[in-house]
């Protein structure tokens, strides 16, 4: 049904019985005091976009709240870790340069004690009624060394003289000393028998040996930590 309003300016009443006429009319009239609707769009839009704003601000705050201790723990892990690793290395270079000296000394020691493992193992090789007249370094003549530059000292060579009453003893010396894990190269170099001054004969010998270091399974070593505190 049209119904024609014949009175201008005065609002049409809504017909009994439609609930949504009062709110229908309260929206015609704010339609019609807004005079520019773009600008209450805009002013809302940025509301929102403030609204959105305040409420991430809030949240990025709680979450920064809630991060700050564990930065901090981490923190704290990081510094540990820090001073451990450093403690490492400062351990390792102490570790290298103490490994560096024994070396230097177990190289030394290696030289220092040749002519003590000769005269012990010539002792120990010596039989019953046999005697050293002299033990003496063999001299080569020349240098036999195909490197002039090396630095690598030649073997130790010496020649054993002595004496013995009976031939046997003369077999069971080289015998020894061929079972020698520190003399190598056992070579009978003269015998010949002799009248001492007694006028009884007995034999006179001389036998070429060189140095040879044992294997390390036959060496007996001490710590030197352990020789140190003894």
């Not at 704003?53 to 201790?69: D, I, K, Q, W």
């Not at 033990?135 to 090396?150: C, E, F, I, K, R």
């Amino acid at each position: 049904m049209i119904h024609i309003n014949l009175k201008p300016g005065t609002k049409r009443q809504a017909p009994k019985g439609d609930p949504m006429a009062a709110f229908r009319d309260r929206w015609q009239g704010l339609r019609d005091k807004v005079k520019e609707p773009g600008l209450v769009l805009a002013g809302g839009t940025w509301l929102i976009v403030l609204v959105a704003l305040a409420v991430m601000f809030l949240h990025t705050n709680s979450r920064l709240s809630s991060l700050e201790p564990q930065m901090q723990t981490a923190q704290d892990e990081y510094k540990r870790y820090r001073n451990f690793v450093t403690e490492k290395k400062r351990e390792g270079r102490a570790r290298d340069s103490i490994l560096t000296q024994i070396g230097t000394i177990s190289a030394v020691d290696q030289d220092r004690f040749t002519w003590a493992h000769i005269l012990d193992e010539i002792a120990g090789a010596m039989p019953d009624f046999t005697w050293l007249t002299s033990v003496s370094p063999l001299v080569v003549a020349g240098n036999q060394m195909t490197d002039t530059d090396s630095t690598v000292a030649p073997p130790v060579s010496v020649l054993i003289a002595g004496q013995t009453n009976d031939l046997q003893n003369y077999t069971a010396f080289l015998r020894r000393l061929g079972e020698s894990h520190w003399l190598t190269n056992v070579v009978p170099v003269k015998t010949e028998t002799i009248i001492d001054k007694n006028n009884r004969p007995i034999t006179a010998f001389t036998v070429q040996a060189t140095f040879s270091r044992a294997d390390s399974s036959r060496v007996q070593t001490v710590p030197i930590l352990e020789s140190t505190v003894r």
